[in-house]
């Protein structure tokens, strides 16, 4: 990844965040979970690992027995990082044991901040190779095949990248797996600049300088992973030069076989969020369609906007109730873009890609950086890495600018709600407001009504509003202008009036006259529509 994507702290997101910009306390684009795959090419196909055989003078017929001896060789290798670490090391007989569970109790409970945690092995499935026989030919030869064999896993709290892993497989063509988490990596980096931050779990739900944070984010895109992932294998591989490299010493090809790009919309609060959730929701359910999902995972569709006839696959959308929250997420053959809230206020779009191959980028043929550009597969390798990014980050983009159209329809009961509550104003409690009873919706109504929009009100104006004609004796004046000033007080409190600066007048507020016509909306409707409507 030598070529640099830089994104605003804004990520071109403009339309949502400017429709909830009171709400939104910042914006953050990065990996979050990747997952690397280190790869002999000589030993992944059986002519090249036929040739490395005979180079070390092992017979087909051995290939079992030399197998074996490489796996005692990578076992003892294992164990002998765990003894030196002074770290322990346990086999895991059920595939449904959470590996990063076990191995992050081990960390928290052995006080672990750097280095090794544990060494976890299991057997599990992979693609290797086994020995069949030509029958035309009369010889052994040999195949390709999905076999079980011993997997190894080192999980380390890594000074860089924080809690990762890597796995390792103990038969050819030994494929290597290392998984960081973005956001762990970014925990490092703020800690390293003295950004104040508030993690929960694996999202922030509060930064300090979210500008600042994005470019630390930006910075991860500038690693060079061959060599980073190259320096990491004497960490959890120190045979492979024992076993014998490939005579070209081309060493590990790495690729991103997984990686989740996520776009973090932090709100101000929980409730912020919650009330919006579910109206977002529905628009990914009710407005999303195939045609759509397409364009987000970057399909080009024709003018038209019909499904091309050559596309083959599925287009997918399910609703779940996660633990993190509810999650909705649009599929296309294996890669999919989802939407969740996450600890309740940060609204969180990640788009995962395990297939390269079913997204098309602009680029010229491999080989030939200055020939013709086409609409071509993204590459595996972490060469195309920034291409990913970009890739992931436009598909954000789409369906958070899709988002910004979604309709909030605001309950009535959500309005009264507040209006309904006893409140603190001026040190002061204040009593809460009965919109249906006759005499606060006599209140509303004179303070709605449509001479006193634009100049708004005085004491003397609602008093004649409320209560007729002006008493002649002056302690009954004195009585119902007081009673206007507490109801003003009570207004006031509530939010639905301001007072007009150097005057005696007030207006109503944007949320007053927003509640007061909906109140009285709802007051005058009759009860027969409502339940006929229900």
Known sequence: MNETVIFSEEQRVERFIERHRDRVMGVLSGFDRVRFR????????????????????????????????????????????????????????????????RARSIAAKDGIREGLICVLYAVEPCRSFRIGRDRERKQLVLQGALRQCLHYYFYWIHPVWGFCHARLQTWFPMTVQVCINGREWLSRQMDAAGIGYQR??????????????????????????????????????????????????????????????ATDVMFRSAKDLSSLYPHLIRHATVHLGSREVLRFLGRRLPATGRIPTQFVGEVVSDLRERPEGL????????????????????????????????????????????????????????????????????????????????QRATPLGELAADLCRPVRWRKRRVRALNPLSAQDAGLLEAVNRGEFLVNGFRNRDLRE???????????????????????????????????????????????????????LAARAVDTAKLTEAA
């Open 465 to 519: 509003r409320l209560y007729g004609e002006t008493p002649v004796e002056v302690k009954a004046l004195r009585r119902q202008s007081a009673a206007v000033t507490r109801k003003l007080r009570l207004l006031r409190a509530h939010g639905l009036i301001h007072k007009v600066p150097r005057t005696h007048r007030y207006l109503l507020s944007e949320k007053g006259r927003r509640c007061i016509t909906a109140l």
């Open 327 to 406: 999650r909705i997420k649009h599929r296309v053959n294996a890669n999919s873009i989802k939407m969740y809230d996450k600890q309740g206020s940060v609204l969180r779009i990640e788009t995962t890609l395990n297939d390269p191959d079913d997204i098309k980028v602009y680029r010229p043929r491999e080989g030939d950086p200055k020939g013709q550009k086409a609409w071509r597969p993204l590459r595996r390798g972490v060469a195309d890495g920034h291409r990913r990014a970009e890739v992931c980050q436009a598909a954000n983009e789409r369906y958070l600018d899709s988002l910004a159209s979604a």
């Open 200 to 261: 929960r779990e694996n999202c922030f739900t509060w930064v300090e300088d979210v500008p600042v944070t994005q470019r630390l984010m930006n910075e991860q895109l500038r690693v060079n992973w061959g060599a980073a992932l190259n320096a990491l294998l004497p960490m959890f591989h120190p045979t492979l030069k024992e076993i014998g490299d490939d005579p070209s010493k081309e060493g590990y090809y790495w690729s991103i076989q997984e990686s989740e790009w």
């Open 38 to 101: 280190g790869s002999l090419r000589w030993a992944c196909y059986p002519d090249g690992l036929g040739k490395y055989l005979s180079s070390m003078k092992v017979l087909l017929k051995d290939f079992g027995t030399f197998m074996q001896s490489v796996t005692k060789r990578v076992r003892d290798a294992a164990e002998e990082i765990a003894r030196a670490a002074s770290r322990p090391m346990a086999y895991l007989k059920s595939p449904s044991e959470s590996k990063e569970d």
